[in-house]
T-cell receptor, first 109, second 114 residues
Framework: KQEVTQIPAALSVPEGENLVLNCSFT??????LQWFRQDPGKGLTSLLLIQSSQREQTSGRLNASLDKSSGRSTLYIAASQPGDSATYLCAAGFQKLVFGTGTRLLVSP | SAVISQKPSRDICQRGTSLTIQCQVD?????MFWYRQQPGQSLTLIATANQGSEATYESGFVIDKFPISRPNLTFSTLTVSNMSPEDSSIYLCSVEGTVGNTIYFGEGSWLTVV
């Protein structure tokens, strides 16, 4: 059974810092790894999808990598902004997703 | 991409009552997925809804408590039956996009049971 964990649970940084969010999964035979953003009281916004055959994806200031052999994915956020403050969730699977516990990010002006 | 609309967005419900949540997608999709997010926790898959067949429930979730309908390829409903305070959660509908494997979510329905 796939289990997904995220470290750290919470992170507070000043504006402008580069930061890395970590996601670990137990079953390396994952199909896809997807990163989401969730604002308080809201649904999920898809950020990046890494398919099983890929190693990384980039969108603007975001870069996500996938290392199946080590069971890890990282989300790199460059030049963080207060608007990046949200909970970031990673999820593994194909159509049916197993979610991590989330990292709550606060970027201070 | 896929645009998903959910109703209601929020509701306060009395213990023992039932509430039906609607999910509308802007394109035809084969499968729709229902998740629950309890306060302070991550998302857990409740069931998969296929058009023309019964929903498939995950371990710990049963049809009597969470009946699902899927009358066509763009619409589904999830009913939370005989609610208790433990059912206070955000309920989210999701689908796979028409291009690639990206999964998209609705805004969620935030239920509080009192």
């Amino acid at each position: 059974k796939q289990e997904v964990t995220q470290i750290p649970a919470a992170l507070s940084v000043p504006e402008g810092e580069n930061l890395v969010l970590n996601c670990s999964f137990t079953d390396s035979a994952i199909y896809n790894l997807q990163w989401f953003r969730q604002d308080p009281g809201k649904g999920l916004t898809s950020l990046l999808l890494i398919q099983s055959s890929q190693r990384e994806q980039t969108s603007g200031r975001l870069n996500a990598s996938l290392d199946k052999s080590s069971g890890r994915s990282t989300l790199y956020i460059a030049a963080s902004q207060p608007g990046d403050s949200a909970t970031y969730l990673c999820a593994a699977g194909f159509q049916k997703l197993v979610f991590g516990t989330g990292t709550r990010l606060l970027v201070s002006p | 991409s896929a645009v998903i609309s959910q109703k209601p967005s929020r509701d306060i419900c009395q213990r023992g009552t039932s509430l039906t949540i609607q999910c509308q997608v802007d394109s035809q999709v084969t499968m729709m997925f229902w998740y629950r997010q309890q306060p302070g926790q991550s998302l857990t898959l409740i069931a998969t809804a296929n058009q023309g067949s019964e929903a498939t429930y995950e371990s710990g979730f049963v049809i009597d408590k969470f009946p699902i309908s899927r009358p066509n390829l763009t619409f589904s409903t999830l009913t939370v039956s005989n609610m208790s305070p433990e059912d206070s959660s955000i309920y989210l509908c999701s689908v796979e996009g028409t291009v690639g494997n990206t999964i998209y979510f609705g805004e969620g329905s935030w239920l509080t049971v009192v």
